[in-house]
Nanobody
């Protein structure tokens, strides 16, 4: 079982900056992709940024140019740098790791506990 621990959320003013971190409880050898998702009040959970094992990044249009996803494979950690935050970014942010299980060869998704990001003046 893989556990993901998130940190870095908080309350910021519009235009502010936050950096989220997500670290796995153990070293993972077969990561397919890592990503960040968010769920605002009354909304479905949506993908905002992903990075594949090859380093290819994808962003939701709503955050493109403002958010940057990065990873540190040695630390089994994924980051989300959030700049120029808007009130519309207010949500609970979740990290996700998709893993190829070495025994079953199937894929499994593991989620962080979520961290609240609130953008308000």
């Amino acid at each position: 079982q893989v556990q993901l621990v998130e940190s870095g959320g908080g309350l910021v003013q519009p235009g502010g900056t936050l950096r989220l971190s997500c670290t796995a409880s153990r070293s993972i050898n077969s990561i397919i992709s890592m990503g960040w998702y968010r769920q605002a009040l009354g909304n479905q959970r949506e993908m905002i940024a992903t990075i594949t094992d090859a380093g290819i990044r994808n962003y939701a249009d709503s955050v493109k140019g403002r958010f940057t996803i990065s990873r540190d494979n040695a630390k089994s950690t994924v980051y989300l740098q959030m700049d120029s935050l808007k009130s519309e970014d207010t949500a609970v942010y979740y990290c996700k790791v998709r893993i190829r299980e070495i025994i079953t060869l199937s894929t499994s998704d593991y989620w962080g506990q979520g961290t609240q990001v609130t953008v308000s003046s």
